[in-house]
């Protein structure tokens, strides 16, 4: 990695510099384990001591913090910032432009001039990747498919008939867009399948983590909104439609025909089920799973899901409960009889 100077690197991150800007750093590394040339994250007095009793080169901590020894970088939001200096250091994928010999190109497909097919991918027909993306081994994209430009697509995703995605969408290996979505109706013999003809879109700026379904909509098209970000083992079904910037954490799974808003949260093994809207900017919380609409803004909490204070009131009130009843139960004539019988009283 070429060396970069402090004052440089903290004019990338949006930061200021204090101490000397012209230290060169090289990497980045923790705390108790920085070697030379390395800069670390410190959030807390605690961990800015770890690292100046280390082998840091400098360090990148939040305004309130005051370094004694080491050079630093000082940031009004630290983990954005954090966020920066790793992607300054991360090496690109590595690829080479073209298409891989053993790779499976269908009739009438575009391959950018610099873009990547690796080994033993499946390209249908009438595909289109763009420039500079890159299509890792054992891809498989059906017939009709749109790739934009700067896609990194890595081992193993399939994306199914008519699918588009855009322009720098990361897609983690395993990842399935397009699979039909689930759908039956009641036969005499039996459920009948219902045929899903619509599609899949993914926006500019997706990201999509490690073996997430999405289903094609049954009609028209299930749809994912620019700068989205989607955690492993996620859920969407057919015909959901997903607004800009929002965050879906692992487990989660959203029912068909669900409108999730810009800018909102779902936190791990939240749930969905068909046809509700979650609101602008609406959080829900690890394990929530709503009944009606979410309002815009609202976090909820529990099951079924609730505003986040009223749940933690009522669960504050359960741990309570045994305590409760055995005040209930003293305080009736009844029960205080029962009390001294159990005691010995008369």
């Known amino acids: ?7 440089e690197l903290a004019t990338r991150l949006g930061g200021t510099a204090a101490g000397d800007p012209t230290v060169e750093v090289t990497g980045v590394g923790t705390p108790e384990q920085a070697g030379r040339g390395e800069i670390v994250l410190a959030v807390d007095a605690a961990a800015l001591e770890r690292a100046e009793s280390g ?10 913090l005051t370094p004694r020894r080491l050079p630093a970088i000082r940031s009004g939001n630290v983990r954005l910032a954090f966020a920066r200096l790793l992607e300054h ?36 027909a009438r595909v289109r990747v763009g ?22 697509i890595y081992p193993h995703v399939t994306i199914r008939e008519g699918t588009v995605v855009g322009d720098r969408v990361i897609l ?8 039909d979505g689930f759908g039956y109706a009641r036969g005499e013999s039996g459920p009948v399948k219902i045929p899903h003809l619509g599609r899949v879109v993914i926006e500019d700026d997706v990201e999509i983590g490690a073996n997430t379904t999405i289903d094609r909509g049954t009609l028209g098209e299930t749809r994912v909104g620019r700068a989205t970000k989607v955690d492993n083992l996620v859920q969407i079904a057919h015909n959901v439609r997903i607004g800009q910037a929002v965050l879906i954490v692992g487990q989660v799974g959203i029912a068909g025909s669900v409108t999730i808003g810009d800018g909102a ?14 609101g602008p900017g ?16 609202a976090v909820l909490w529990g099951f079924p899901a609730r505003p986040h204070r009223e ?24 029960g205080g009889r029962a009390a001294r019988k159990r005691e010995g009283g008369r």
């Open 89 to 124: 250091f991360s090496p690109p994928p590595a690829h080479l432009p073209g298409v891989h010999p053993s790779a499976v190109i269908g009739p009438d497909a575009v391959v950018a001039p610099d873009a990547s097919v690796g080994p033993v991918a499946v390209l249908g």
């Open 172 to 179: 983690h290996p395993g990842v399935v867009l397009g699979s």
């Open 131 to 152: 420039a500079r993306s890159i299509l890792q081994a054992a891809v498989v994209v059906a017939d009709d498919v749109s790739i934009g430009a700067d896609c990194v």
């Open 265 to 278: 949260t779902l936190a791990g093994q939240a749930g969905v089920p068909d046809h509700l809207t979650v």
């Open 282 to 297: 609406a959080t829900l919380l690890a394990r929530a799973v709503p009944t009606k609409d979410v309002p815009a803004g």
């Open 311 to 334: 749940e933690l009131r009522l669960q504050a009130l359960l741990r309570r409960l045994p305590e409760l009843v055995g005040r209930i139960e003293e305080s009736s004539p009844k």
């Open 1 to 7: 990695m070429i060396p970069i100077r402090l004052g």
């Open 55 to 64: 082998g840091a080169a400098a360090v990148l901590i939040p305004e309130s």
